[in-house]
């Protein structure tokens, strides 16, 4: 199975700050069709998951333009440009790529 | 809009079978892929299985001799059933559809 490894596992930032998190593959998500499907979510707390990004870098319906997705192959990483206190939660990247589908371990959001 | 709805006891005794119904509005089963994600307390997100829109399904390789996903198109419901559950099965259970959508996700509690 594909291992996503998500870091940093608690980050803490005060609002207006502009921070990342990494996804790390263990094997390149660039599928045979061309795509890379590399999604990211939050999870506010007490609250069914989002999808913040899909294909590596797109931003889903709703979603603040202040996320940002990038990255290719094994690297990828979700960018906040401006943190605002509604951002607080748990950040997960998953992979569809290889079945079965996988989860990181996520990230932990806090706002100082 | 889209809605999703997880329906199911909250309750299951140890060795017995879960039976899971997620109920869809606003999209169409046989042309977009329904998933089962679960979330024991305080942990991460795993994903369970699929189905998908031509009815092929996939599970989760640690899963897989004990789950069956499946669907009824016409009543617009997807079903999860797993059997001999045990303690560590306790989790939130949700029904997402590809991914952009999520049911608000159903508490089971495996106990005697």
């Known amino acids: 199975d594909v291992v996503l490894t998500q870091t940093p596992s608690i980050l803490s930032a005060t609002i207006g700050q502009s921070v990342s998190i990494s996804c790390r593959s263990s094997?390149?998500?660039?599928?045979?069709?061309?795509?890379?499907?590399l999604y990211w979510f939050l999870q506010r707390p007490g609250q069914s998951p989002q999808r913040l990004i899909y294909l590596v870098s797109n931003l889903g319906s709703g979603v603040p333009n202040r996320f940002s997705g990038s990255g290719s192959g094994t690297d990828f990483t979700l960018k906040i440009s401006g943190v605002e206190a509604e951002d607080l939660g748990v950040y997960y990247c998953m992979q569809a790529t290889h079945a079965p589908l996988t989860f990181g371990s996520g990230t932990k959001l806090e706002i100082k | 809009q889209v809605q999703l709805k997880e329906s199911g006891p909250g309750l299951v005794q140890p060795s017995q079978t879960l039976s899971l119904t997620c109920t869809v509005s606003g999209f169409s089963l046989t042309s977009n892929s329904v998933h089962w994600v679960r979330q024991p307390p305080g942990k991460g997100l795993e994903w369970m299985g699929g189905?998908?829109?031509?009815?092929?399904?996939d599970y989760n390789s640690a899963l897989k001799s004990r789950l069956s996903i499946s669907r009824d198109t016409s009543k617009s419901q997807v079903f999860l059933k797993m059997n001999s559950l045990q303690t560590d099965d306790t989790a939130i259970y949700f029904c997402?559809?590809?991914?952009?959508?999520w049911g608000q996700g159903t508490l089971v509690t495996v106990s005697s």
């Open positions: 997402t559809a590809t991914f952009a959508y």
């Open positions: 094997q390149s998500l660039l599928d045979s069709d061309g795509n890379t499907y």
């Open positions: 189905i998908w829109g031509d009815g092929s399904t």
